[in-house]
């Protein structure tokens, strides 16, 4: 199959053609065109005459259902190979028609599979490639699942700020002072043991990274006082110091040869463009997962949900439907800026015309719900919508966006330009977004969604600490935020709450953030797979899952 060839025949018919035309629909010199004219005729799918002579007009003729031939040729493939080998295929230039039938064929291709060497494999779709396997890299939430499924953490934090042990079997806290007791004989995936000089390198290393220097800035020493003895400690007090450790973030890893290995339920067994394998650690610390792989094969962005099934079900088979919170939205604005966005009362009307169109958000973004309350979610603290009157503009406001936020931008836009707001819309990648946070932005205002990783009271305070927050800059040049943000340290935990809705408050009421949607992901899952729990950014935990045989042995 031939993605060129597929693409002139969607957009040439048969009839008179320039060979120029065609070679800027392919986007080759003219002479790599003519190689393929040749080549696609000795192929017997096309007929291409040259007009010679002036007056003379060059001729087209398709001998051949391009589109047709290769539908066919990749519904066979996915019938007989593998995700991997036939995903690639539906990335072409197919028409919308062609496209869906593949799709609803490939969906077969994922699931719960048992093969020929007795292994229990879990294959599901990925729409963005991996884009690091290290802990202290993870920025998006895609990495961060993977990194939560490969390292393990000193000890866990539930949604409910409960910590318990991981790594570390127990530990004594104090004001100032940290010690935490490690297990014996826990293994890395390359077969080493977990030494308290192991955790306290990683440690070390994140409290020095750039990203997280604000947020680990209490603790003043991490070291190894015994082989399995770390002690961290605080002077001046660091209310959340156990909270921390259950980042994603604190994971902790061993570096060798440029590979980054960990302790988790599962490691590494590859990672390529068109899939990713997670594969089962035997020498698990804990109970070995009872899947022996996952695989993450490469879909189309506009791949939409499937029915996670084993092979013993069908395509009509009893589901149940899993629910997770998939994240909130805010409009945020960078009033660092030198632009009218410094503005207040510029602020103050963007907000009025965004609390004004919010409830039109799900047109244009299926999978939100409108938010006219906090990010936090459970929370209800009403705040009050400015009135402002619409201010005097002398260039349009810039909005950024990346492609998974285009129809909330899209949103956004419609709504500002409604109420007399002219805007220019500046495209980023995924990554130049992600990086786009220091005090050079080009941006006015953008859409952001967040997950919380698992407690909303320690996520949300972290969303504002590190460095790969849209509020780094903005935390480095408003003193109120700053002042706020430095009381959580010499609070109690439990009382977190209360300070989260005050620097909330503080950030709507100086129209600063505002509160746009909540986002949830329904998953459905064939009735045959058991011990489906939710895990870190609301992903499913792959280390829990089986499948319930389909007909169990009688004595």
């Known amino acids: 199959m031939d993605n060129q060839l597929l693409k002139m025949w969607h957009a040439i018919p048969s009839g008179a053609a320039k060979k120029q035309d065609l070679a800027e629909i392919l986007d080759l010199s003219l002479k790599q065109t003519s190689r393929l004219l040749q080549k696609w005729s000795n192929e017997g799918w096309l007929v291409f005459t040259a007009g010679k002579g002036r007056g003379k007009v060059s001729k087209l003729d398709w001998l051949k259902n391009v589109e047709k031939y290769f539908e066919a040729e990749l519904m066979e493939m996915i019938e007989q190979e593998s995700a991997e080998v036939s995903s690639k295929y539906l990335l072409y230039d197919w028409s919308v028609e062609s496209k869906m039938r593949l799709i609803d064929k490939f969906r077969l291709s994922f699931g719960y599979f048992h093969d020929l060497s007795e292994a229990d494999k879990l294959i599901i779709p990925k729409k963005n490639p991996l884009l690091t ?41 104090g004001d100032t002072r940290l010690v935490l007791y490690l297990r014996k004989d826990v293994k890395f995936h390359d077969g080493s043991t977990l030494t308290a000089e192991d955790a306290a390198t990683c440690l070390n290393r ?21 082989p399995l003895v770390l002690e961290i400690n605080f002077p001046e007090g660091c209310s959340y110091c156990l909270q921390m450790l259950g980042m994603i973030n604190s994971s902790v890893f061993k570096e060798i040869s440029g590979d980054v290995i960990g302790t988790g339920p ?63 939205g805010m ?92 805007v220019e819309i500046q495209h980023l990648s995924f990554e130049g977004k992600m990086d786009d946070n220091g005090l050079d932005q080009q941006a006015d205002l953008f859409v952001h969604g967040e997950v919380f990783e698992m407690n909303q009271s320690f996520s949300f305070y972290h969303f504002f600490r590190n460095g790969y927050s849209p509020f780094a800059s903005l935390c480095k040049t408003d003193a109120i935020l700053t002042n706020r943000l430095n009381r959580y340290a010499s609070t109690p935990f439990s009382e977190w709450a209360k300070l989260n809705l005050e620097l909330e408050k503080y950030l709507v009421e100086s129209s600063l953030m505002v509160p746009l949607y909540y986002e949830r992901r329904q998953i459905p899952f064939s009735a045959d797979l058991m011990n489906i729990s939710i895990s870190h950014f609301g992903y499913v935990d792959f280390s829990k899952l089986w499948v319930r045989p389909s007909t169990i042995p009688t004595g």
């Not at 594969?279 to 009872?290: G, I, M, V």
């Open 133 to 173: 396997k290290h802990p202290l890299e993870a920025a998006d939430i895609y990495s961060a699942n993977m990194i939560a499924n490969v390292f393990n953490r000193l000890v866990s934090v539930d949604s409910l700020g409960i910590v318990e042990p991981e790594l570390a079997h127990s530990w004594e806290m």
């Open 206 to 226: 994140l409290r020095e990274h750039s990203h997280f220097h604000e947020l680990w800035k209490p603790i003043t020493s991490i070291k190894a006082v015994g």
């Open 266 to 328: 599962f490691y590494f067994e590859g990672d390529g463009k068109s899939k990713t394998t997670l594969r089962a650690f035997n020498d698990y610390f804990r109970e070995r997962p009872l899947l022996d792989a996952v695989e993450f094969i490469q879909v189309p962005k506009d791949f939409d949900s499937i029915i996670y099934r084993s092979t013993t079900q069908d395509a009509a088979c009893d589901t149940f439907i899993v629910e997770s919170d998939s994240g909130v």
């Open 331 to 422: 409009v945020i604005f960078n009033a660092f800026r030198d632009s009218a966005i410094q503005r207040k009362e510029v602020r103050d009307y963007v907000h009025f015309a965004i609390a004004k169109h919010r409830h039109k958000i799900e047109a244009y973004y299926p999978r939100a719900k409108a938010n006219h309350q906090s990010i936090l979610i459970g929370e209800n603290p009403n705040y009050e919508i400015p009135n402002a009157a619409r201010p005097e503009l002398d260039r349009p406001l810039v909005i950024k966006t990346t492609d998974y936020l285009e129809g909330a931008t899209a949103w956004l836009k419609e709504a500002l330009e409604e109420e007399g707001i002219p």
